[in-house]
Each structure stands twice: as C-alpha cells, then as structure tokens.
C-alpha cells in the first residue's frame, strides 16, 4: 500500500470502495495494521480502557494520546494515522490550537474531535492552520455521563436530524472524515450518501463509507463487547490473519451485518 492520505479516501468513497480503520496504540500492531491493507489507524482514546484499564475514555490526557501515537508513528505505516483529542482538551480555541499540535508534532495526519455544530469554529480554525479533522457523532462516548450510559444514539426522529444536522455543519467546516458511532443503520447510510466526505461507521450498519473497529475488540479480547463486535481471530491462525479477515469482510460487504446493526 502506497501512503494514504485524505485524497486516497475522497477517491476510494468516490469509488463506492470500502475502506477500514483499526485502533492501534503502539508500533508493532501499528505495523501489522498498516500490512493488513487497513487505510487508516486510529490511535483512539479507547485506550484508557483497553490499556489503561478505565470504565471510560474521561481519564485520558493529552500526554497519553502523544505518547502513543508517538509509538504508533515510529512504525511508519503506510495508513493515514488519526489521533483522538481526549476529553476537555477541545474546549478554548488555545487549549484547542496547542492540543492538536501536540498530536501532530507527535506524528498524527489528522485530529479527531467528538461533538457537532458547536466544533465548527474549532474544525475551521484547525483546517485553516493546516490540521486535517475527523469529527465523531453519535455515541460519543466523552459524553457518556450526559447519556446517562453507553446507549444507541439516533433513535428518535429529533435525535437524527439534529445527528444529520451536526454532520452537514461539521463538514461545511471543513472537517475531513466523520466517524459515527452507535446509530440507527437508515440514519448512517442517509449521512453517508448526503455528505461529500467519507464517513466511517462503528455499530452504523453497512451504509457507511468504512468501517472501524476497537483493535482487542475485533481480535476477541474484550471482556464485553457490543452486538456490532465480530471477533475476527475466530478461525485464524495469528493476529495478522484476523486483521486481515477484518480488512477484507469490510471490503467485501460481509461485515456488518444485519445483526450487527441498530434500527
Ligand atoms: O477511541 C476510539 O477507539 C474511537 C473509535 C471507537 C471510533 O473513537
Ligand atoms: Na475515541
């Protein structure tokens, strides 16, 4: 695989091809994402609870998401390489500046921030200044104290046009990629197909232009996982053929599938 950028992706959804995005938090699985053919790594906050061992991604600092995506980075993998801003290191337009170059002096192409219309301004000042976004809707789950849980999102007609709302905002803002999460499948194919940038979906049905999975998530290690889960090491041999079996059901349209969707 050449090195991906975000030209690679606008031509892949242009394309009607499917590409994929794994979590990685460190070189050596970073490596073997980039060689499964996945497009792009994400360096999720998701590693305060798969590596740090936290009920949520809250305790999270800036200084854990540049760590590893330093580590991640050192791979020189051939996936574009996402890091996410952890919670409260988006909130002032400084704080927002200064956070997101950390991650992409770090080694990142590209920041990914959880939340709707009112990122606009931070999505716009950071593309402006030459900080490529993704933005994640849905179930985000910095907000799980606000949802009261780790609950589907979307499900009532106000909750998806607002969802769709956010989502033609954040990409008039200049946002690069959207990652939705834990929404209704219709609601997901409706963003995908209205939106000109890529969305990548997570529990969102088959609609979406990628998929992306928690890494210990797709290779059956988590203690508890969510019905959108397919452990990919079942009938492989090693990691890397699970990562593989992953990267090429999502390229084939086998995964997801129905039961792994929402209504
Ligand atoms: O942190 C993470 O791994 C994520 C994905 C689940 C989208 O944000
Ligand atoms: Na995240």
Wanted: aromatic fraction near 6%; include cysteine; charge should be negative.
């Amino acid at each position: 695989m050449a090195k991906v950028t975000t030209s690679t992706l606008d031509k892949m959804k242009a394309a009607g091809e499917k590409f994929v995005c794994i979590t990685a938090y460190d070189a050596t699985f970073a490596r073997l994402v980039s060689e499964a053919g996945a497009e792009t790594i994400l360096v999720g906050d998701s590693l305060g609870m798969v590596l740090q061992g936290h009920d949520s991604t809250i305790p999270v600092t800036v200084d854990d998401m540049a760590y590893h995506t330093e580590c991640v980075c050192r791979a020189q993998p051939d996936s574009l390489v996402i890091a996410d801003m952890p919670f409260m290191s988006y909130t002032t337009a400084e704080q927002t500046m200064a956070n997101a170059t950390a991650l992409m002096q770090a080694g990142a192409q590209m920041v990914k921030m959880e939340g709707g219309t009112w990122l606009s301004d931070s999505i716009s000042m950071l593309v402006e200044r030459g900080i490529p976004v993704c933005a994640h809707l849905g179930l985000t789950p910095q907000s799980v104290n606000q949802f009261g849980g780790f609950k589907v999102q979307g499900r009532t007609p106000k909750e998806a046009k607002s969802i769709l709302a956010d989502a033609v905002e954040i990409q008039d803002a200049g946002a690069s990629l959207l990652v939705l999460e834990c929404i209704p499948s219709h609601l997901a194919t409706d963003i995908s197909a209205k939106l000109d940038i890529p969305v990548i979906g997570i529990g969102a049905g088959a609609g979406t232009d990628a998929q992306v999975l928690v890494m210990h998530d797709l290779l059956g290690l988590s203690e508890h996982t969510a019905r959108f889960v397919e452990n990919f090491m079942d009938g492989q041999a090693t990691i890397q053929s699970a990562l593989k079996a992953f990267v090429e059901a999502v390229k084939a349209g086998t995964y997801p599938r129905e039961e792994h969707s929402y209504r």
